[in-house]
């Protein structure tokens, strides 16, 4: 068992997500295969390691035992990848394909520490989504980040951060927005192709908001394009210009009490970022070192 790493892997991260369904998602693999390598760990051993329950997962003793040895394990083989990095000592630039949100404003805080991980020149490349997914498939990138679920064959997806969308306005408004509210608003919108419009939409049907009953003023395609547009709108307490984006897009202008944020009241709209590459690249020592430091991040 310890020749084939992945399956501890596996084992470990069931533990840290306290939950199978949890532990697919992040390893990109589906929840019957990680049924599957956690029950041929126990029939190696001869023993249980994992009990389940309603509320998550309990480890047994020897589950435990385990646990510490698997750790330890892990943090051998991390110091070890980096050693067989240097030897490869490859120099190429290794290319990042993100989406919008992701590239323009997460992505640029973390590049310096990505370049010293894998040791080489790193570029981003920003675009829409299923853009992004179309370059990997034609390999013109090596790793894609994105936050729509473009799910495409002879990929592996791993749910890397949970983000958030918040309505946003260049003005204050109430922090916490009623259904009501939403109609005394001018709204700049995204296009109709976008995720983030078709997620907003269902998120207002599911609370009783029709969307087609807004004033609408304008239809952008990008998060870049409404930050802009809404910065540079009149003001008019009477009627608030408004729209919805990534909390990620717009820290640095609510902190500074440039732009300011409001989330409906009792409820969050939430959404996937994706760490997506090739199946056939799954034991590329510099893929695993950007996905395992790009999991490691906390945004």
């Known amino acids: 068992m310890l020749k ?41 051993l001869d023993t249980r390691v994992v009990e389940r329950k309603k509320n998550g997962i309990k480890l047994t003793k020897e589950g435990e035992d385990l646990y510490r040895i698997a ?22 630039t290794f290319i990042v394909g993100a989406s919008y949100a992701i590239g323009n404003y997460v992505l640029p805080s973390y590049i ?14 920003v675009a829409f989504s299923e853009e992004i997914i179309d370059q990997l498939l034609d390999k013109k990138i090596d790793i894609a980040l994105i936050e729509s679920p473009v799910f495409k064959d002879g990929l592996i997806y791993r749910e890397w951060e949970e983000d958030e969308l918040v309505i946003f306005s260049n003005q204050p408004i109430p922090k916490q927005l009623r259904k009501e509210d939403m109609y ?20 207002f049907e599911e609370i009783g908001v029709e969307c087609s009953s807004f004033s609408v003023i304008g239809v ?24 919805v984006i ?25 959404r996937k970022f994706y760490i997506v590459y090739s199946k056939e690249r799954k034991h590329d020592a510099f893929i695993d070192n950007v996905v395992t430091y790009l999991l490691g991040l906390k945004l």
């Open 4 to 44: 084939d790493f992945a399956k501890l892997m596996t084992f470990l991260t069931v533990v840290r997500e306290k939950s199978f369904s949890k532990a697919s998602a992040k390893l990109g693999i589906s929840q019957p295969a990680v049924t599957q390598q956690i029950k041929f760990i126990e029939d190696y």
């Open 71 to 92: 750790t330890k394990l892990e943090k051998a083989i991390q110091v070890s990848e980096k050693e067989v990095l240097k030897i490869i000592n490859k120099e190429f």
């Open 112 to 125: 310096g520490q990505l370049k010293d991980k894998i040791n080489n020149e790193v570029h981003i490349r």
């Open 184 to 203: 005394k608003f001018d709204w700049i919108c995204r296009d109709e192709n976008s995720h983030t419009r078709k997620l907003t939409s269902e998120v």
């Open 220 to 243: 952008v395609a990008s998060s870049t394009a409404i930050k802009e547009t809404l910065m540079r709108s009149p003001k008019d307490a009477a009627r608030p210009v408004v729209s």
């Open 246 to 270: 990534s909390r990620h897009v717009i820290s640095d202008e609510v902190e500074e009490g440039k732009l300011f944020e409001a989330r409906i009241k009792n409820y969050k709209i939430k």
